[in-house]
């Protein structure tokens, strides 16, 4: 598997708190990988290093060879690098449509007919195609969460990070998500999942990493990782 | 003191945050319970249910003091915390530019605590001499376990009867979170506070709890008095979702 | 070169002028440092203090002694004006940006217009024994009226800090614009402080506009002016620090009379807007921010 | 197509007026009026639809009308170019304002904007070459081509300088930009990783904006045919250019437009009728009470009439 995405050395600090400390990373092309951890354990902040909302301290985050560090978050996202939010962040004043068509309008570069074309196959594909016009603040919980992806695969994405995306969410909701985030696996692209729903996680992921107080400590396939002391103890507590 | 804490059949949803699906749970005078289970399953959105900081859709949270009955689905949460009930919440949620005394003192806003004051505060300075030491620093310049035992602090200046704990050990590391754990277990002993506590860290649960509940997708699969949950295989399922 | 004791003088004049600046800044301190409101209307409610001051003048009530009395009714109306605010805003969460502004933005021009409107736009002025004379000290004169405005704008400052860090109301004041959801865990109703909060800031706007008037004569439209000036000094001061803001009001008042002092008065308008744009674009958590 | 059709033949109707023996007057109150369109659709553009409170607009009216005035004065430049001139310089101030953003959001973007207002008044007063704080005369030419009076032909300027500040709104709204900004408005940081270049977009609503508040600025002087600091830096202006947007609706371009015609229109019979205070406290009840019970102004309530009517 040829690699996506490159991370060396990486290092976050806020004032004196170290929320990252030197975090090695290879994610290939197509995979899917899961990142999990207690609270606070730097999982949030690793990927606001990705998406460019926050800049690293110290360390390099490269691209298919390509060093993106100095890049501002909406050069990140036209580059491939795509996220959802976990808390849903929607265009409120705008339908459902109309938030797919910034990300089609501003990474694709126009926003005619054949664009709203392309918006509707992914709300189609998301079952939020029948609210395609209705205002975005009056979806329910699982349809912003579905919305948010849809927002994110509007872009073209080649890495898509979701984050917490089934957080408080039913059963079944959770199942809806995880086939939505197998099925865009499916068209090659490369998810990062990141959730507390370990059934989820260890069902999706081909690779975990677990990341507790800003280190990576350890990574391996999900039955490996269920088996790990490490995971254990930052999980259950030593 | 005698005071029960019953929750029975509390359906409710809170934003994105786990919604409950009929829960149940009591607590006796002096008891220690620990709610369990990993994080986004519905803890959270049980405490806030108590303190009335979040409606539940069905079901009743009753409280009795003394004797005395109050449903606690029907009061505020400053009518609730005037009661005696107080909580330390998740992220601590300290006053971040007030000063360590300032924040202390807050937590005796109620009309009962005001009265007890002064010893209230010599008693956490002696139960934790850092606070006494860094008295006005400011909360925000302190460290997690630091802004922990703060938080612990403050509820404890409201000379609670009812004492809730929402995760103590986020972002601490594991050393942090066994003297924290430790420090609940002194107090608690010293003057018998009856005390519900969320907590993830399920061993740390272990050495205080006399009684645990293990709730997974905002429903109670599993509760039993400690001796049972520790040598029980199936935790670890539930835990870890293998 | 300008000779020294110019410049001490204009010092002199610039710590009167800066603790009157800082007086009539407090309330700003409270309800925009403090509570994050919006206030634009500060300055216009400042004026209209000192409009009724005059009124209860021509009755022959010593400006101060008006002041005083005022208080209670502006702390009223200060309440009423937060009640408007929440309901229509704060409760609805929406986002309460360009309508918050423009609803205290049209606030402060309805004050401005009718006060135009009942006293016309010429210039008013209170008689009092203290305006007028000065104290001489060598050969510096320094004019009663300022010194009074030192005096009251001390004593508010050490009450408002007292307040704040005594009682339990004002400690809570102080915390419910930096996490609301944690005051109520202590028992106390976010709403209520807010609105406490919001009736003191207005109640110190009726000793402040007292003071106004005593300092020098006013005219409806003098609220545009102090916009700039309360805001530089709360935005000067760190959001929030009642201390802060009497250290900040001497900076800007020190500075506006050596500007006044070297350039003319023709320049002096401009230092208070000029400071506050630096302030922003350089430190917005002002000089003692936390 | 509709838009085009319907102005220019309301642009040609104007013409048309200016030869006819209309009442001077009327051409008097009118430049007022499309002032204010042009003012309120400008605010818009940053106010409505980034959210970003521009208090600063007399700032932007000065600075369009002093260009014009230095341009007369040095080169004698005619209306055209002095009008192109106001609005460069204004567009660059609004470039400036709008590095701003860059750091300061909400009420510290308007405080702001207020300091700007302030710095270049005082700098004007003190300005000799422009007639610091007393002002200066300016004696305007006879008419010019086919207009019969001076006004005239500023009134039909000012309806032309009104359908290009309409037509530049209507452009943003429907464009990619008009999307980006309402993203950016709703919320910046989900914009910025839906791949919108949240600075850059913000930077042109400002120049824009600004550019099109120096055009409004620029025929003051030859209007007037006086200038001078106080009455130009009022903060008046600024809570006409807010005060129209918001009663009108500012979701829409059509909303400042209505609200600029509704509100203008009222100001210049009450003026004349009773004192032009009133007219201000006019605008300042109607400014809270529709941020009070009709957020989405004049277009909101119409939108909801027909939803409720049908």
Known sequence: METLLKITELTKNFGGFTALSGVNLEVGAGERLGLIGPNGSGKTTLINCISGAFNQSQGSIELKGREITGLKAYQRTRLGISRSFQIPRPFSSMTVLENLLVPIAFVGGSDGPKEVEEAMAILQQMGLHLKAHLQSNKLSQVELRKMELARAMAAKPKLLISDEAMAGLAGAEVDEILQILFDLNATGITVIMIEHIMQAVMKFSQRVVCLDTGKIICQGTPSEIVKDPHVQRAYLGD | ?242 | ?290 | ?310
């Open chain 4, 1 to 310: 197509m509709k838009f085009w059709i319907s102005s220019l033949s309301l642009l040609a109707f104007f013409f048309v007026l200016t030869l006819l023996g209309v009442n001077e007057y009327f051409f008097f109150a009118g430049f007022v009026v499309l002032q204010f369109i042009v003012l309120a659709t400008a605010w818009n553009i940053l106010g409505g639809y980034a959210g970003y409170v521009n208090f600063g607009v007399p700032a932007f009216l000065a600075v369009g009308a002093y260009s014009a005035v230095v341009l007369f004065k040095a080169i004698s430049a005619p209306i055209v170019v002095q009008i192109l001139g106001g609005g460069v310089m204004a567009g660059l101030l609004g470039l400036g304002v709008g590095l701003l953003t860059l750091k300061l959001r909400g009420i510290f973007f308007s405080i702001a904007t207020v300091a700007v207002v302030f710095i270049l008044e005082t700098c004007v007063n003190n300005w000799r070459y422009v007639g610091g704080a007393t002002g200066l005369q300016l004696t305007r030419p006879e008419g010019l081509w086919l207009f019969s009076t001076y006004t005239r032909f500023l009134f039909f300027m000012m309806s032309l300088l009104a359908l290009i500040a309409v037509a530049t709104a209507r452009y943003v709204q429907t464009s990619y930009l008009g999307r980006g900004l309402r993203a950016v408005r709703d919320s910046e940081e989900a914009a910025e990783c839906s791949g919108v270049p949240t600075l850059k977009l913000k930077l042109i609503a400002c120049t824009v904006s600004g550019a099109l508040m120096g055009v409004a600025g620029a025929p003051m002087p030859m209007y007037l045919s006086f200038v001078e600091p106080t009455s130009i830096f009022n903060l008046s202006y600024a809570i006409s250019a807010l005060g129209m947007p918001i009663i009108g609706g500012t979701s829409h371009w059509v909303g400042p437009l209505i609200g600029a015609i509704v509100l203008a229109t009222v100001q210049q019979v009450v003026t004349v009728t009773i004192s032009s205070e009133l007219n201000v406290l006019v605008l300042g009840v109607l400014l809270i009470v529709f941020v009070i019970a009709a957020p989405d102004g004049i277009i909101g309530l119409f939108k909801k009439w027909k939803r409720f009517s049908k």
């Open chain 3, 1 to 290: 070169m300008i000779s020294l004791d110019l410049l001490f003088e204009a010092v002199i004049f610039g710590v009167l002028l800066g603790s009157f600046y800082a007086a009539v800044s407090l309330g700003l301190s409270v309800a925009f440092g403090l509570l994050d409101v919006p206030y634009v209307a500060h300055p216009a409610l400042l004026v209209l203090g000192a409009y009724c001051i005059y009124l209860l003048g021509t009755l022959g009530l010593d400006p101060i002694v008006s002041g005083i009395l005022l208080m209670p009714v502006f702390f009223i109306l200060g309440i009423l004006i937060y009640r408007i605010y929440y309901e229509t805003f704060e409760k609805r969460g929406s986002d309460t940006d360009v309508r918050g502004l423009a609803f205290f933005f049209g606030l402060a021009f309805i004050i401005e217009v009718c006060l135009i409107l009942v006293f016309g736009v010429d210039q008013r002025t209170v008689r009092a024994s203290y305006i007028g004379s000065s104290l001489e000290i060598g050969e510096y004169r320094l004019p009663y009226r300022m010194l009074v405005a030192f005096a009251i704008a001390i004593t508010l400052t050490v009450a408002l800090t007292q307040y704040f860090s005594k009682t339990f109301t004002g400690r809570a004041i102080k915390a419910v614009g930096q996490d609301q959801e944690a005051l109520r865990l202590m028992g106390a109703d976010p709403v209520k402080i807010k609105q406490l909060a919001f009736g003191i800031a207005t109640a110190i706007n009726a000793l402040a506009g007292a003071m106004l008037v005593i300092v020098g004569p006013v005219d409806p439209s003098m609220d545009r002016i102090y916009i700039g000036r309360t805001f530089c000094v709360v935005v000067l001061a760190g959001l929030g620090s009642m201390s802060g803001t009497l250290v900040a009001g001497l900076v800007l008042g020190i500075t506006e009379s050596v500007v006044l002092m070297t350039l003319g008065a023709s320049w002096a308008p401009a230092v208070s807007f000029g400071l506050l744009l630096v302030m922003l674009g350089v430190r917005p958590q002002g000089l003692f921010g936390r």
């Open chain 2, 1 to 242: 003191m005698a005071i029960k804490l019953v929750i029975t059949d509390i359906h409710a949803s809170y934003g994105s945050v786990r919604a409950l699906m009929g829960v149940s749970l009591n607590l006796q005078s002096g008891q220690t319970v620990a709610l369990l289970g990993t994080n986004g399953n519905g803890k959270s959105t049980l405490m806030k249910c108590v303190m009335g900081m979040v409606k539940p859709s069905s079901g009743s949270i009753l409280l009795e003091i003394d004797g005395e009955h109050f449903d606690l689905t029907k009061l505020s949460t400053q009518e609730i915390v005037n009661l005696g009930v107080a909580l330390v919440p998740e992220g601590r949620r300290l006053f971040p530019k007030l000063t360590v005394q300032e924040n202390l003192l807050l937590g005796a806003f109620r009309p009962a605590a005001r009265a007890e004051i002064a010893t209230n505060l010599e008693f956490c300075y002696e139960a934790f001499p850092l606070l006494k030491e860094r008295q006005h620093q400011l909360a925000c310049s302190m460290s997690g376990g630091q802004q922990q035992m703060l938080a612990i602090a403050r509820a404890l200046m409201s000379s609670p009867k009812l004492l809730l704990i929402d995760e103590p050990s986020v972002g601490l590391s594991p050393l942090l979170v066994s003297t924290t754990i430790t420090k609940i277990k002194e107090l608690k002993e010293k003057y018998n506070l009856t005390v519900l506590m969320a907590e993830q860290s399920f061993h740390q649960a272990m050495r205080i709890a006399d009684y645990g509940y293990i709730i997974v997708h905002g429903e109670i699969v599993f509760h039993s008095n400690v001796d049972e949950l520790q040598n029980n295989q199936m935790i670890k399922s539930f835990y870890l979702g293998a």
